[in-house]
């Protein structure tokens, strides 16, 4: 038997790629206009866990099949102050370490030269401290498409960079409309062919181009991603198995799906619990349950918990309530709140979520915990989070 193959790691690749071939045909689009001379550039959309890192190297494979030049990026959480040059410190450095591997292979960053436009000089990372960013990534740009370009018969094929993660430039977010205002600047679009993809959250987002508005308008292709379907959620789980001598019962394919709702990520985990519970090669129905339980373990502990106690204690005491009753209208929610739970969780309490209920929902929506799939009815959505809710947050006694 061969060690558990379904990858519970973030930003892992998993063994198997699947149910993404519309962003791969709008990538491959986009390459072949790229190489006709028309950039357009891209953001790739999706909350925790949907598979943005995946798709990102999915598209750098495609774009190295198809010859041209990449580099991914990774924007980590970080503290980046309230500077946006720090950011594109962050973009120059890792374009240094992507396309001058050699001179960088023990991190002499600050050997690494860029030739100054115009003046046939040198400028290193120290000197270009000083200089304002836009200035700093315009050269960096240049200096990166003459090396590339001066190694290759054709000056055609774009050279496609994904920054991963931009989400983590939220608090500067003038950062991300540095990159656009350089991108725009009439040397680089004459003189390079850069292709861009970032990926962030919708949140996120949304924040970046409603504070720079037209970063919206440049970032012209946005690819939302959407949960996997149920034939590429089987097709992922058959085929990771393929050739590790174990095989799961057909019964439990379709609860895995019920279970997991298609997300990518909490598949991988609740699939690895199951994994964990073969006997003979063989997982049965008799495994679910202390798989479920060990995956909503590995969940709290990766994300769960965290996504949680963003939320005051009220805030928590109403989404067990929301978990319990199954979601619904709020007057629903609130009607069982004030029937069902004074003893659990005190009458004063169940007063205060009651009267408190509509700011206690909205704001649990921005807090990505709770959805609102019509006017007035709030749900989670996600059955792994709501069973962990009912685990973890239950009052007392409970």
Known sequence: ????????????????????????????????????????????????????????????????????????????????????????????????????????????????????????????????????????????????????????????????????????????????????????????????????????????????????????????????LARLDRTSMEQVVLKTLEGTGVTFAPELLPKIYEYCNGHPYELQVLCGALYEQQYGGRVVAEGWHPARLQALRELGMSHFNSQIHQASDQERLALWVIAQVGGGPLGHIRGAAEKRFAVEIGEQETKQIATNLNQLVSRLVDKGLLTRPSRGVYEIDDPMLRDYVLDVLAPDGR
Not at 68 to 93: K, M, Y
Not at 119 to 128: F, K, P, Q, Y
Not at 204 to 218: V, Y
């Open 1 to 224: 038997m061969e060690p558990n193959p379904f990858v519970a790691v973030s930003g892992t690749p998993p063994k198997v790629f699947s149910g993404r071939s519309g962003e791969e045909a709008t990538f491959r689009r986009n390459l072949q206009q790229a190489h006709d001379g028309r950039v357009e550039h891209a953001v790739v959309l999706g909350d925790w866990g949907i598979g943005k890192t995946s798709l990102l190297r999915q598209f750098k494979h495609i774009a190295q099949l198809a010859e041209s030049r990449t580099a991914l990026i990774p924007i980590p959480r970080g503290d980046f102050g309230a500077d946006p040059a720090e950011g594109i410190r962050l973009i120059v450095e890792e374009l240094t370490l992507a396309f001058y591997p050699k001179q960088n292979r023990l991190g002499r960053i600050r050997q690494v030269e860029f030739q100054v436009l115009g003046t046939g000089g040198g400028m290193t990372l120290a000197d270009r401290d000083n200089r304002p960013p836009q200035i700093l990534l315009t050269e960096c740009l240049q200096a990166v498409w003459r090396r590339i370009a001066g190694r290759r018969r054709l000056n055609r094929e774009p050279v496609v960079i994904m920054i991963d993660d931009i989400q983590n430039f939220a608090a500067i977010p003038d950062a991300v409309d540095i990159l656009r205002l350089v991108l725009q600047r009439e040397e680089v679009q004459e003189m390079t062919r850069f292709m861009f993809v970032l990926s962030s959250t919708p949140t996120a987002w949304s924040e970046f181009t409603n504070k720079h508005d037209p970063i919206g308008r440049f970032f012209r292709t946005r690819m939302p």
